[in-house]
Structures are given as C-alpha cells and as structure tokens.
C-alpha cells in the first residue's frame, strides 16, 4: 500500500469560495480504506464543511490517533499539516499542538477504539481542559484496522461477524464528553452529510472543545444484521433532535424560518446556529436536559442526533493559563530568555 | 581514662536525625547556609522516606574546606531528635564521635555508648518554659538546638542572624522570634555545658568563592526557562516534581509580559505521564520548545512515545529525575539505573541522545543545552540528573549566559523558503548530516505540508512499507545518531601527574566522589587517568581513552554495569578491558567506596606502576 496522490486537474467551473480555493483544494489523497466505509462519508463532510467555511487549509492541523479512521486525515485536506500519532494518545498531542499556536485550527479524527477503548482517560481529559479544537469519532463499534474485535462503543448484546455476543457494557461518547465539560456535542451518521456538514461547521466554529460522535458504519465487519452499528440499523433507530444550520456572523441571514419550528444559538465567535426543531422542543444550551434526553434515548434504543448540548461562549485553555495572544511558537530568544543581567541577580540571592 | 573524641576543623560530618514535617529542613538547612557563609563548604544531603508527616528524616551535613562535594560516609556528630531512630542513629557514629541530644527527660545508661561523647541539651525543657503554642514549640525548638550546636562548634551567630534578616526581610516580628530562639540555645549552652569539650570545629575560611548554593531541580527548571521551553507537562513523581514546580516559579517571575501581565508560557500538570509527553511531542511538532520532567516509572510509561518522537523526527525534552529502582524502587533514594531504558527505549532499533551533568551547574547548561539539541537534531532528547543532585543543595559555579546566544531552531525551512522555490523533502538529508529540514503546520499556502506518522515513510514523508526505502532512512537516523556524537558535551579527561596504563570512566552525580577518590588513589601510589562522559552517543574521544589503557574501572550506581555495557556494545569491545565498580544501595556514592574498590580491584590484578616497571 503506497500513496497515491490523486490528479489535480483543475476544471475551469470548479467555483472558489471567499478564500479563494476551490473544493478540491480541501481534498486529500485518494482513500485508502474500504469501498462504503462510512469514514470516507465522514471525510467528504470535513472537505466540505472546510469548503464552505473558507479557511485556509494551510491553517487547519489534523491530529490522529491510530485505526482505519484514524488514517482518514491523509485523504483530506491535503495542504494541511497532519500527524498521525499513537494509538488512543491523539488528545495529549493535540494539546501540547494548540498550546504551541493557538492561531491555528485544530482537527481531531478519532476512532471508538482509539478514543473510548485504549484512550479514554485522554479523551476525558481534553474535554476537561477545553482545548480549541473540533474532535471527531469515527464510531463503528468495532476495532476495524485490526479485523473486527469489539471496541468500547460496541452495545450491549451486539453480535460480531464472528458470532459472538457482546457482555459488556458500551460507553456513550456524547454523554462522556458532556459530563467532562465539552462546551460543543453533537452526534451525527455519516451517511447524513445534510446534518453532518452543518454541524462539522458549526463545531469548528465553536471556540472551544467541540466534540462530534459520528456513526460510521464498517462495512467489513458490521454491516450484518447484528450489529447495532451497520447502516440499517442507524437509519431505522436514528432520532434526530435538530437540523443545524450553521451561519457564519458576517452574514447573517434574518429573513425568519418557520418560528414555531426554530431556534437559534449566537457562538462567542459571533456565528449562528440555527436549530431546526425535529423532534420535541429541546434547547441544546441546558446541559442537565442534553444528558437526561441522550439517557432517555439510549433506555429507548434511539440514536439521538443532533446538536445536542453548546455553550454558546465557552473558555478555553489558553484563557485558563492566561497565555500571550501571540502564537507561543512565534516567541523569540529576546521574548523567552532573561539574560545574562537577570541570572548574575539570581545567582546573588543562590548564595 | 578519658574517652577518645575526634578532633576537626572544617572537615567533619553532622547528621541530623528528626521526624519528617517536623520543620527540622529549615532550621538544618540554616545551619548549613551560616557555615558556607563562614566560606567553609558544605555539602548537604536529605535523605527522606516516600512520606509527608511522622516518619524518619536525616539530614547529613559534611564540612569540608577542602570542598570535597561528595558524600563522606560516616557521622561525626549525630543530632538524634527522633526517638523512634535513637538506637540506629547512636550506632551510627564513629568511635570518638559525638552525640547531641535532648535531655529533658532523663535516659537510661544503656541508651548510650561508652566511646562517643554525649552532649544533653534539656530542649523541650527550654522550648515548653518560653512557648506556649504547640506550632511554635515545634519550629523553636529546632532553632534552639542550631542556636546550641553555634556554640559547640564556633559557628559565628552573626552569619545566621544575617541569614535570618534575609529570610524575614520586612517581617520584623518573625526575625526578633527567631533570634530569641537562636540566643536560647546560645544561653543554655554557654552557662551549662563546656564547648571546649566538642573539638569539632568551624573556623572562617575564604573556599567557597562566588559558587552558588543550589539543587539541581531548580537549576535544570532555570535552564528550561534561558533554553526557551514554553510548553512544560508533568504528572508529579519524586524526586522530578520539584524541578516543573521550579519551572513555574520562575516564570512567573520572568516570563509574563510586562504590559498585559499575560503568560509567555503554558504549564499543563497532565493527567499521566502519557499525556505528558504527549503533550510535549505535539507542542514541539507545532514548533515550540517543549520539555517534561520525570522519573522512572514515568520513563516506562512514556516509551511508545519515545519512539514516536524518535522515529517522526519531532523535538522534545525530558528530564530523567533518577531514583532507584526497578518498579516503584526506592522513590526517596538516589541511582544511575536508567541508563539502558532511556538510551534504546520503546520497539525497534532506537536510540536517544543522552546528557549527563555532574552538577546543578551542568543540570542548567545542560536543560539549556538539550532545547537546543532537540531542535537541532529533531529528536528527543533525555537530561540524565538523578535525585543527588537534584533534591539537594550543591555547591556549584554560578550559572553563566552568553548575551550574544540566540535559541538555535536547527533546520527550519520558512515560508520564504518555500516560495523561493527550495526543494523541501521532510525527510530528505540535503547535506550529510542526517539531519532533514522541517516546517512548522500553517508555514505557506500551498507548499510545505507533510503528514507527520510513527509508521515508515519516504525522503518526502510519504508512506511507504519497501524494504530499500525503510534501509534508508534508517541509516539517514544512524547518520543522525553521529552528528549527535560530535556535537553533544564533550567528555572532560582528568589526567594523573604521573603515566599510567589505569584509566577510570564514570559521569552524572559520581563527580564529587570520584575526584576525592582520585586524589585519595593518588595519595596511595595509585595512579588512574579518569574521563567523565557527559553524553551519549559516545564521543569517539570515549574509545579513544578505553584504547589507551589496559584496563578502565567503569563507576557506576547501579547493579549491572549498564555505562559499561554501553560501552561494550557501541564501540564492540573486550569487556574483560572494563573493570566494573559498581554501588547501588540507594545512597549516593563515596570517595571511600571507590578508592577501597580500585585500589583492591588494582592489588587483585597485581597491577605494576609505570615507573617501577620501566626500572
Ligand atoms: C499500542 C497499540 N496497541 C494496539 C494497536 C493495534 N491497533 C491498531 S488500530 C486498533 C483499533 C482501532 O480501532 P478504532 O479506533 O475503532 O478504529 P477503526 O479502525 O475502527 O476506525 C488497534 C487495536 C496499536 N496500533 N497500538
Ligand atoms: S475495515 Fe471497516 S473501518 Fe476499516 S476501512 Fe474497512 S470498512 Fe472502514
Ligand atoms: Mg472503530
């Protein structure tokens, strides 16, 4: 398996956005995974969300950890600087990452292995912290890359396509990361890009820890019946709470849905986020109701998707450690080092 | 008959026996610090349990004019304040020696020794007939006892009162309380006892210099602030924690902006040591300079990760604080046993450059140094320090800074550089040295960008599983591996006046002790040439000293020889060549040891000086 850079050819109508770059400009290598795997669904959402956002892909860093998904950022954004990690140890190297430049855009893609089997504890961690970044799982109940074994995320007496039965009791992303204090949940299904995308918007957007759960089916190893996790199952048991629509603040569009069936969000950023209302009224900025209706969901076999809990202005860690507004990797020997007049004072008072 | 007493001036030890949290380190360390002031040296050791109140502490104090820096073993005066050590601390004095304690209540014969001198001070009696608090009790009391010792031992009362207004600048109150402590101690003993009796004695001298008086956990802390590490992550472990808590308080001293009073500098305590390094690859991957400070079973956890910075090439620094082991080992006492697990950690053929200072001098140059290393090397470097140094007070030359030193940033290819068209290949070695050109994430548009793995990959980052590809690089690292052989400290050669075919090897904490035990080996008729390594990869000036030589003692504090077995294996040598002294109890090191060691180990070899075998 080597890399194969995908051609380049640029077709005259392909249509810039404000940054100047056209969708292909956000693509990656040629993937590498599966035919139907739901990552790939997953990474055509993250071109798009990125397209339609007008960064700069240069000023976007994808950090990974180690699984089928976790090699999805080489078949995205390929002006990007990325790094592939270690297994289930992503979060602490996109901290020390966002601490090094806080100017830049963080991605983190993620498999449930890599976040909820192996790496829980960093998972749990970078929520807490509140590190600026967007952190998505590719969540499909199995260790993929490693043919088919149970993750973490696997349900309860879900069956594997070896046969056997799951006793063990799943852990809930969304309900973890809301509980660890992430200012940005959401749940999404990877063959939903119209929820999808918004929502991937919205997040990277979000000037906090954004964490998104996207259920993205494998089709090498549970898209059998089953599985809790194959595409079938998700669309017959998806709930979804809302459509986000996500707009960005320069132009904010006041003409007025359907009052009755929308809510909207104003990030600290200044972007809106509209909420079209699915299903029951929910307000997504009360924490206490996001985890009584995901646990409601859950006890009723639901997949609630949706934006499920934001704080519409949320501190991050650079505010907690009360750090320059400069990128620290922009500081210089004059900004960092005291010299020699400073050192002759201390070794005063050393003796 | 009268009892044998020892008779010292300037070169004498005193331990100190109390109960840890007892406020005892202060009052002990201001003993020390008004001797040093006296410009006799001292060199001062803790030796503490892995507990915060109730159990054991010593404090061993050497006085040494001659500025021998190393522990000396043996007591001279033993200060027994805990009961619960009484009999093993009343052991441990030498013949002559003396004993210092609190007589308030009176004590069976059979608690003493017929040939050690004891000196009763009623302290507690002292302590309860002025204090009332039970907090003040406590603390005066330990001023009382150094108040005593001044005039048992002729230290001069001004040097600790001036300490003691150094101390309580501004805190009027505190400084008259404690120099009425002080003088409590003085009274009693001037009216009751006879000094004269206590032939250990301290007599103004001009040794100490303008050396300054500090442990090496706050010197590397300084380092990693003049080397400008502004990441920092750390999960606490001792005998490391000290050294990011010093990290923190200097900058906040020197590292916020002058006008916004904002941080120049981000310190995360993480959640393990898997996150702490981590958090330190991800931070020097994105271009900032970044370090962690650990001990051993943090190196264990972190060894995936080492090979990750390793392999992808990514700057970090981590400052090995070590203890004994294996396991949890012994948290509170003193090794070199980490040798081998830092120098080839985590899978595959790995290697890491290794720093080895001898003082918290070189633990600052050296934290500084490493900054620069990993930079330049793109590689992960380890500070090798050990709790010796780094929890104790030393003695040492003042730290030193060149004004003209900027941060070297090592291979960095700008967005200048992209656009003026140079050919960027991540892992491309364009002029020998092994070492390739990176960018920093976010440099240019559209050139530059690589993607960053721990799996194998081509002279342009690409991922790539061919065997002719994979050989390649990993030659490019061995290539790497030696450029980092010469330019890395160099090893320091000590050479004896006279010619010989005995070489010794050693490095790190070993240096005190090691230079007394030359001049004690000298003194004997043993003459050594001795080399301390301060790096790893070897510099070729290591073989070239071990060829020299007909045998070379390699000293070392752990069991199994692992200097030694670098040795063997980096430069594919005889081990009979490499004669092993080796001492590994958790205690640092004596000149006593390795002078008796050598000079046994020569007398078993029937090793024939020079002189007498060119007669
Ligand atoms: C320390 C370590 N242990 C085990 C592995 C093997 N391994 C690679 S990927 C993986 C599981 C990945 O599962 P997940 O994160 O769910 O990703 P998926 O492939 O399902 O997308 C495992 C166990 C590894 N790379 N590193
Ligand atoms: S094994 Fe599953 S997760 Fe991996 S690429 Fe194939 S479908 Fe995707
Ligand atoms: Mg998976």
Partial sequence: MTYIAKPRLHHPSLVKNKAGYTRRDYEGAVSTLCAGCGHDSISAAIIQASYELDVLPHQIAKLSGIGCSSKAPTYFLGASHGFNTVHGRMPSVMTGANLANRDLIYMGVSGDGDSASIGLGQFAHIMRRGVNMTYIVMNNGVYGLTKGQFSATADKGSISKKGVANSDESIDLVSLAILMGATFVGRSFSGDK???????????????????????????????????????????????????????????????????????????????????????????????????????????????????????????????????????????????????????RINAGLR | MTKPAIAAVNDFVVKFANVNGSGSASANELFARAILRMGVPVSPRNIFPSNIQGLPTWYEVRVTEKGHLGRRGG??????????????????????????????????????????????????????????????????????????????????????????????????????????????????????????????????????????????????????????????????????????????????????????????????????????????????????????????????????????????????????VQRGGPSTGMPTRTQQSDLLSCAYASNGDTKHVLLFPEDPKECFDFTADALDLADRLQTLVFVMTDLDIGMNHRLCAPFQWDDKRDLDRGKVMTAADLEAGKNFGRYLDVDGDGIPFRTYPGTHPTKGAYFTRGTTKDEYARYSEEGAVYVRNMERLQKKFDTARRIAPQPVRYSSPKPTRSGVIYFGSTSPSMAEALDQLEAQGHHVNALRVRSFPFSQAVEDFIHEHERVFVVEQNRDAQLRTMLMSEFTLDGRKLVPVLHYDGTPITARFITADIAKKLGQLKVVSFEKAAS
């Fill in chain 1, 194 to 344: 119209h929820q999808l995308v918004p929502l991937i918007k919205a997040a990277m957007a979000h000037e906090g820890a954004a964490f998104l759960d996207v259920i993205s089916p494998c089709v090498a190893f549970n898209n059998h019946p089953g599985s809790t996790k194959s595409y079938d199952y998700v669309r017959e048991h998806n709930e979804a709470l809302n459509r986000v629509d996500f707009i960005e603040s320069r132009e904010e569009i006041t003409t007025s849905y359907d009052p009755g069936t929308l809510t909207t969000v104003q990030q600290h950023d200044g972007s809106i986020l509209r909420l079209r209302k699915l299903g029951e009224d929910y307000d997504a900025s009360d924490k206490v109701a996001a985890m009584k209706r995901v646990q409601e969901g859950m006890a009723a076999g639901e997949v609630v998707t949706g934006l499920l809990y934001v704080d519409p202005s949320p501190k991050d860690l650079h505010h907690h450690l009360n750090t320059v507004d400069a990128a620290l990797n922009t500081l210089e020997t004059a900004d960092l080092c005291p010299g020699p007049a400073a050192l002759d």
């Fill in chain 2, 75 to 320: 007591v001279d005066m033993m200060v027994a304040m805990n009961p619960q050590t009484w009999a093993e601390d009343v052991k441990e004095i030498e013949p002559g020696g003396y004993l210092f304690y609190d007589s308030t209540k009176p004590m069976p014969a059979s608690m003493f020794r017929e040939d050690i001198n004891i000196i009763g001070v009623p302290l507690t009696a002292i302590t309860n007939a002025t204090y009332s608090d039970a907090r003040q009790r406590q603390l005066f009391k330990n001023i009382i006892y150094v108040g005593a010792l001044s005039v048992l031992l002729d230290i001069d009362d001004n040097e600790i009162k001036r300490l003691f207004g150094e101390q309580f600048k501004g805190k009027e109150k505190l400084l008259d309380s404690n120099v009425k402590a002080l003088n409590l101690g003085r009274d009693w003993v001037t009216q009751h006892a006879d000094p004269a009796a206590v032939k250990l004695k301290v007599r103004r001298a001009d040794n100490v210099g303008d050396r300054i008086f500090v442990e090496g956990n706050n010197a590397a802390a300084l380092g990693a602030v003049y080397g400008g590490a502004t990441v920092c992550a750390w999960y606490p472990i001792t005998p490391s924690s000290s050294l990011a808590e010093a990290f923190q308080a200097h900058c906040k001293k020197l590292r916020h902006d002058k006008e916004t009073g904002k941080a120049k500098y981000a310190i995360v305590q993480a959640e393990d040591e898997l996150a702490s390094i981590g958090i330190v690859i991800g931070a020097g991957w994105n271009g900032a300079r970044a370090f962690t400070s650990t001990s051993g079973p943090g190196i264990s956890l972190m060894t995936e990760f080492i090979g990750l910075a390793s392999f992808a090439e990514v700057p970090a620094v981590i400052v090995n």
